[in-house]
């Protein structure tokens, strides 16, 4: 039987593509979009880039206030899912319309990430960059000379740390792992991206993680200290699985789904940033934090409700990340034991035991654009494949 009422918990990428993909789609029952933050649902991806510089938070809502009315979709803002009722098929709520319950017939949790916090002493002295809220204080922080320093060399912090620089401030990255994004490319690609945060005068302390945040710095497990009157954490996330976990759903790495995106419950689905789900090419559970993955997730999930397909998910994962200059692009997706082969100058493709897994490139969008199309293709890939498709 079709579902007549949708919940969606999280209003981010994922769950506002849920409720456009669910109309798209046809369904013609009750969609409730229910979000913790205030105003419109907005793409985080542009937080740690333009607009840090250009401060345009217009620019950033997916959707105007509009399409809530035209296509009934009931958007509760600043409300907060407490609690799933599974038997009862309900939930509780909390904002400014008091607490409630609301039932489902589908729901479906799309209730994203939040900043994983290491043990270091005086961390709440360290800013946050995961929503609007966050890269407005940022912002206003960059607006005068700052000596920064960033906790964590992945896409997040290596964004920020870019925009610093090339509007002047000193800047210090510190990553506990011996390379930079280490567990998204390959060690000749964070190389790379070393050389270049060198070249662009910032400094690289790796291999030592952060241990204290005081009025003065930062204190390395080595006993360096970094001065800094300004510290940003972006040492990775966790996903918000525990509204699952409280309702006994299976829980591991985020809210584990099958194929389908149906969790233990199959009145529940999951997707996007919380979601750990069954990659199509290695079979492994998995859990991206992409815009991609939530887009797809969305819209897998939406057909399905709305009785217009049932396929299982199988896109191909890719990525992005603009620093500076550079954009790196990253067909596919390749785990921590992938081998890696370059390619030519900025493209270097990584392997596993089924093949191609993964080809990372830097300022290349048409390279990056074939690599997708063969590793889409569903069969294995060769090195002598993929240059034979480069040089085309
Ligand atoms: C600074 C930054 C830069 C990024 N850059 C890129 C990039 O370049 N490329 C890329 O692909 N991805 C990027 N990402 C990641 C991308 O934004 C995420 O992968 C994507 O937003 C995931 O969508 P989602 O719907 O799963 O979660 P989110 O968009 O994070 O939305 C989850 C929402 O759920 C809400 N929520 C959580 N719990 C509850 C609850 N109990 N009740 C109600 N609401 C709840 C949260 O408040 C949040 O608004 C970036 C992320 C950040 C923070």
Redesign the pocket.
């Known amino acids: 039987m079709t579902p007549r009422s949708v919940v969606i918990?999280?209003?981010?990428?994922?769950?506002?593509?849920a409720a456009i993909s669910l109309r798209q789609n046809g369904f013609d029952g009750s969609i409730i979009l229910?979000?913790?933050?205030p105003g419109l649902?907005y793409?985080?991806?542009?937080?740690?880039?333009a607009y840090l510089q250009n401060g345009n938070a217009d620019a950033l809502t997916l959707r105007p206030q509009s399409f809530f009315a035209s296509k009934e979709v009931t958007y509760l803002p600043e409300?907060?899912?407490?609690r799933i009722n599974r038997k009862a098929q309900e939930i509780s709520?909390s904002g400014p319309e008091g607490a409630r319950r609301l039932p489902y017939d589908h729901l479906i949790l799309?209730?994203?990430?939040?900043n994983l916090r290491p043990p270091i002493e005086g961390l709440d002295r360290a800013c946050d960059?995961?929503?609007l809220t966050?890269?407005q204080i940022l912002r206003d922080r960059l607006a005068s000379p700052q000596r920064i320093a960033v906790i964590g060399g992945g896409?997040?912090g290596l964004?920020?740390a870019a925009v610093a620089r090339k509007l002047g401030h000193e800047v210090d990255i510190i990553e506990a792992a011996p390379r930079l994004m280490a567990r998204a490319v390959s060690p000749l690609m964070s190389e790379y991206f070393a050389a270049l945060h060198r070249e662009w005068g910032t400094r690289l302390h790796l291999g030592q993680p952060a241990v204290g945040v005081d009025e003065a710095g930062v204190t390395l497990a080595d006993g360096t200290r970094i001065a800094a009157n300004f510290v940003l954490l972006?040492a990775g996330?966790c996903p918000?699985a525990?509204?699952a976990s409280d309702a006994g759903l299976e829980v591991e790495n985020g809210v584990k789904v099958n194929a389908s995106l149906l969790t233990s419950d199959p009145a529940i689905s999951a997707?996007?940033?919380?979601?750990s789900f069954p990659d199509v090419r290695t079979g492994q559970h998995v859990r991206?934090?992409?815009?991609?993955?939530?887009?797809d997730?969305?819209r897998l999930i939406a057909a399905r409700i709305a009785k217009v397909d049932t396929a299982e998910y199988a896109a191909l994962p890719?990525?992005?990340?603009?620093q500076n200059d550079r954009k790196l692009q990253i067909a596919g997706f390749a785990g921590p034991d992938a081998t890696e082969e370059a390619v030519s100058e900025g493209i270097v493709a990584r392997f596993d035991a089924h093949g191609l897994a993964a080809v990372e490139t830097v300022n290349s969008a048409g390279v990056h654009m074939k690599a997708r199309r063969l590793l889409a293709g569903g069969k294995p890939v060769s090195l002598a494949d993929l240059k034979e498709a480069v040089a085309a």
């Open positions: 918990v999280g209003a981010g990428q994922g769950g506002l593509q229910v979000g913790a933050e649902p793409q985080r991806p542009p937080l740690s880039k409300t907060t899912v407490d709520v799309a209730t994203g990430t939040r960059l995961r929503c966050d890269a896409f997040i964004e920020f972006a996330v918000n525990e509204l997707l996007g940033d919380c979601a991206l934090e992409s815009v991609q993955a939530a887009t997730h969305a890719w990525f992005w990340s603009d």
